[in-house]
Nanobody, 122 residues
Framework: QVQLVESGGGSVQAGGSLKLSCIVS??????MAWFRQAPGKEREGVAR????????VYADAVKGRFTISLDNAMHTVYLQMNSLKPEDTAMYYC?????????????????WGQGTQVTVSS
């Protein structure tokens, strides 16, 4: 059974940091991604990583501030978020099970976690 479980969200002030974790079980995949969805907005891709640790790609809005990584031994994908801004406030989701198409579109993935909330105050 495929399962993705996120953790690490919380409330921080602007300029702060958080590290999100996603524990993956039940399958292996080519690559995985983090998405986010703010109230009233579409879900958008934040970062992607191949399961060999390469192929990292970031959305323009988070380049230079966020870092995606993984620990295959622990079956965990991380998202280190630094220099957080109020506009980073969103529910963050881990995604796997690539179906094809543009990685940053939610329809490209078939498996999702339940999400973890990140709130950044000014």
């Amino acid at each position: 059974q495929v399962q993705l479980v996120e953790s690490g969200g919380g409330s921080v002030q602007a300029g702060g940091s958080l590290k999100l974790s996603c524990i993956v079980s039940g399958f292996t995949d080519t690559f995985m991604a983090w998405f986010r969805q703010a109230p009233g907005k579409e879900r958008e891709g934040v970062a992607r990583i191949y399961t060999n640790g390469g192929g990292k790609v970031y959305a323009d809005a988070v380049k230079g501030r966020f870092t995606i990584s993984l620990d295959n031994a622990m079956h965990t994908v991380y998202l280190q978020m630094n220099s957080l801004k109020p506009e980073d406030t969103a529910m963050y989701y881990c995604a796997a099970g690539w179906l094809g198409g543009t990685w940053s579109r939610p329809e490209a993935f078939g498996h999702w976690g339940q999400g973890t909330q990140v709130t950044v105050s000014s």
